[in-house]
């Protein structure tokens, strides 16, 4: 059971690097660096994590698991697609942020809700150590939530001012 649980967190994992990817691709294509810089932060940090939790599940358990195709809808293609960035409009950009932050709080939202579930199931069973391997991803993405929950709730109580938008971006950069 224990093995079942944390391949369907591994899998999570594969379908949350190829969001952060699409997501750094759109950012930068839009030209907000420090938007696109924070995806490629989660990008490389989930794929570390991911590395980490597999190395459990196959030490732990001494038996092959193979990763799913990741289950995520390309964030980049479905807003840019045939689209000229030279010929983005301030619409065109407005309509991008809000749509890619309301997506990535939906799949951090998403995300929590499934860990939280696979955390219960272990505790549920019994497995209490498998259940601490889980716990610190559960604090993780609960931590990441909170931050893009902020950052959504200051860009609406703005209505997406794009000027505002563009001047935060160097500090998220750093």
Same mark, same amino acid.
């Given at each position: /059971?224990?093995?079942?649980?944390?391949?369907?967190?591994?899998?999570? #994992?594969?379908?949350?690097?190829?969001?952060?990817?699409?997501?750094? +691709?759109? /950012?930068?294509?839009?030209?907000?660096?420090? #938007?696109?810089?924070?995806?490629?932060?989660?990008?490389?940090?989930?794929?570390?994590?991911?590395?980490? &939790?597999?190395?459990?599940?196959?030490?732990?358990?001494?038996?092959?698991?193979?990763? !799913?195709?990741?289950?995520?809808?390309?964030?980049?293609?479905?807003?840019? +697609?045939?689209?000229?960035?030279?010929? &983005?409009?301030?619409? !065109?950009?407005?309509?991008?942020?809000?749509?890619? *932050? $309301?997506?990535?709080?939906? *799949?951090?939202? !998403?995300?929590?809700?499934?860990?939280?579930?696979?955390?219960?199931?272990?505790?549920?069973?019994?497995?209490?150590?498998?259940?601490?391997? &889980?716990?610190?991803?559960?604090?993780?993405?609960?931590?990441? &939530?909170?931050? $893009?929950? !902020?950052?959504?709730?200051?860009?609406?109580? /703005?209505?997406?001012?794009?000027?505002?938008?563009?001047? /935060?971006q160097p500090e998220l950069q750093e």
């Open positions: /059971m224990s093995l079942e649980i944390l391949s369907q967190v591994n899998n999570q #994992f594969q379908s949350a690097v190829a969001f952060h990817r699409e997501s750094a +691709d759109l /950012m930068w294509f839009i030209s907000l660096d420090g #938007f696109a810089a924070l995806h490629e932060f989660q990008y490389a940090e989930e794929s570390q994590t991911q590395r980490r &939790l597999k190395q459990y599940i196959l030490t732990t358990y001494r038996t092959p698991v193979y990763d !799913d195709a990741p289950t995520v809808k390309n964030i980049f293609k479905d807003q840019m +697609d045939g689209k000229d960035r030279k010929n &983005l409009t301030g619409t !065109d950009k407005w309509t991008c942020i809000q749509k890619s *932050w $309301v997506e990535y709080e939906r *799949w951090e939202t !998403d995300t929590l809700a499934l860990y939280e579930q696979c955390g219960k199931q272990l505790i549920d069973a019994g497995h209490m150590a498998d259940y601490e391997a &889980l716990a610190p991803i559960i604090c993780d993405v609960s931590a990441e &939530l909170r931050n $893009v929950s !902020d950052i959504l709730n200051a860009m609406q109580g /703005m209505d997406y001012d794009l000027a505002t938008i563009t001047s /935060m």
